[in-house]
């Protein structure tokens, strides 16, 4: 019984440490938010698509224009993506395709292109404080409306979202106010563009930075948000380790404003400078 009770107990820690380190092998993936390749998707969407596939990334997020296709473009599209082996994780869109006219439309066509998240990247004109409990609202009401269809709302900030509005920042009231399973889609630079801590807001909200932007950003007014991935100010590996540990990141996306190269070749080199710091 001796003999029995040690194979059990050694069988089980060896069980736990393959475990442990299959966890920790374990890669969140890494796509490209398509904005960064804006003109040339605008040309060619197919081929720009190929062309960011080609490169290694393992995913895409579309931005608003894709709200415009009909059904079965979106299946040309999701046809590619499956041809190509990557996903659409999620979208960005207008607040308007949260208006109850039109968020039947997002639902559609997000579920078609096998899109998870419906991010809000544009709140449109807010007043005060509470214009952004209106938007949280809205946010709450989407967010609803999208679980039949097993899809969840998110909301992607800018540099206003972290400027203090008599004292209080709009993105804590998006965050207080809306349910937890409302993402908050962080973008690093503009997090720290306006003076807050990206590490420390990942650790705030647990469970809730299921995905995140990673644009640097450079306290230099001559390169500013041009500077590629790893060149701005941003503590990758602290941001990283926070999202890996706390936020539960599932993806990571990659986007670029612009730089001194081609957006294509700026999209390559940012994926490898993201492979270089994260592993």
């Known amino acids: 019984m ?12 060896g069980a736990a440490s393959v475990a442990a380190a299959m966890a920790r092998s374990k890669k969140v993936p890494v796509g490209l938010e398509l904005y960064s390749v804006r003109d040339e998707l605008k040309k060619d969407l197919m081929g720009t698509v190929r062309g960011v ?14 709200y415009d296709w009909t059904p079965d473009y979106a299946r040309e599209v999701r046809k590619l993506l499956d041809d190509l082996g990557i996903r659409c994780y999620s979208t960005h869109n207008s607040s308007r395709s949260f208006d109850a006219a039109n968020i039947g439309k997002a ?30 609202a809205r946010l709450n009401e989407g967010a609803e409306k999208m679980k039949s269809a097993g899809l969840r ?7 206003t979202e972290f400027v203090p509005i008599g004292g209080t920042r709009p993105m804590e009231i998006l965050a207080n106010n809306t349910n937890k399973d409302v993402v908050l889609q962080l973008d690093v630079g503009t997090c720290i563009e306006a003076g ?22 450079s306290s230099d007014p001559n390169k ?32 670029q404003e612009g730089s001194d190269y081609p957006p294509m070749d700026t999209a390559a080199r940012c994926l490898a400078a993201f492979r270089k710091t994260h592993g």
């Not at 001796?2 to 820690?13: P, V």
């Not at 066509?109 to 949280?136: H, Q, T």
Request: hydrophobic share 35%; proline share 3%.
């Open 224 to 255: 500013g948000y041009r500077v590629l991935f790893g060149e701005g100010t941003a503590p990758w590996k602290k941001i990283f380790e926070a999202a890996e540990k706390n936020g539960g990141i599932e993806y990571y996306l990659i986007e």
């Open 2 to 13: 001796r003999y029995l009770h040690s194979i059990t107990r050694r069988s089980f820690l």
């Open 107 to 136: 639902i559609e066509l997000n579920s078609i292109i096998g899109s998870r998240f419906i991010v809000m990247a544009s709140s449109g004109k807010v007043e005060g404080l509470d214009g952004w409990k209106s938007v949280a």
């Open 196 to 217: 807050s801590d990206p590490v420390e807001w990942i650790r705030q909200h647990p469970g809730r930075i299921v995905s995140m932007h990673c644009k640097d950003w």
């Open 153 to 159: 709302a998110g909301y992607h900030n800018h540099k």
């Open 53 to 66: 596939a080609k490169m290694g990334y393992q995913g895409v997020e579309f931005f608003s224009p894709y």
